[in-house]
């Protein structure tokens, strides 16, 4: 019945996670929130290649491109798996184009403002696009960027927020405001980074459909110690148990 109703609210049932919350329930009755995950389908992720492909070709080919720029276009387009030639020197051409993203929707402020999010469980802090950001998204995949300026909860952190991945690095600051998952979990004064440059993730993010990462990871590997957003969701009274899960 669940599948049927995300069915009909035109959600794929392709992936879920799953948040033990009722607030004034018993624990036997807890109600099971679930935020769904989504991802591009390959057509959209193929579209997003090609454009890349005739953006480089253009700049490539124009009068002020660098030596750099067109000795290495081909190269540089076979790494993006995008094939340029007619494919009269090849029996099979395979593309590979990696859709592997799945993410899902955390909203943050008041008003709340809604963010496309990697969860992660290898990593424990939450982070999105500051308004500004640079190397976040561009005229092929617009990024959702957070304004404190619209956010009646906003409060100040200022400590430096660097983290990095297996694919990169991110660089800002910390700032704390309220967090929404699955509609009425509410964290409050939840800290977050608010990225300012999104560089080191390169081309996997620029070509992503998400907005951030949110870390489900525990507290110990979290930066500046910061508690990930399940644990305050816990310690707030949240959630009846200290209990998530994913469904394929």
Known sequence: QNDDMMLR????????????ASHITPLANAIVKKVPLNRLSNEEIILRHEARARDAILRASSDDATAYEKGN?????????????????????INDFQNAQYYGTVEIGTPPVSFQVIFDTGSS???????????????????NKYDRETSTTYEEDGSDFNITYGSGSVIGKFAKDTVTLADDIVITEQRFGLIEDA????????????????????????????PPVLVNAIDQGQLDEPLFAFYL
């Open 9 to 20: 609210k035109g959600i794929p049932p392709l992936c879920a996670l799953l948040l033990s």
């Open 73 to 93: 276009l081909r190269g540089t387009f076979m790494k993006g798996n995008v094939a340029l030639g007619d494919g009269s020197n090849e029996t099979v051409v």
């Open 125 to 143: 802090n939450l982070w999105v696009p500051n308004v500004g950001c640079t190397h976040c998204g561009g005229p092929i995949n617009k990024k």
């Open 199 to 226: 560089g080191g993730l390169g081309i996997g993010y620029n070509m992503g459909k998400f907005d951030g990462i949110l870390g489900l990871a525990f507290q110990s590997i979290s930066i500046d110690n910061a």
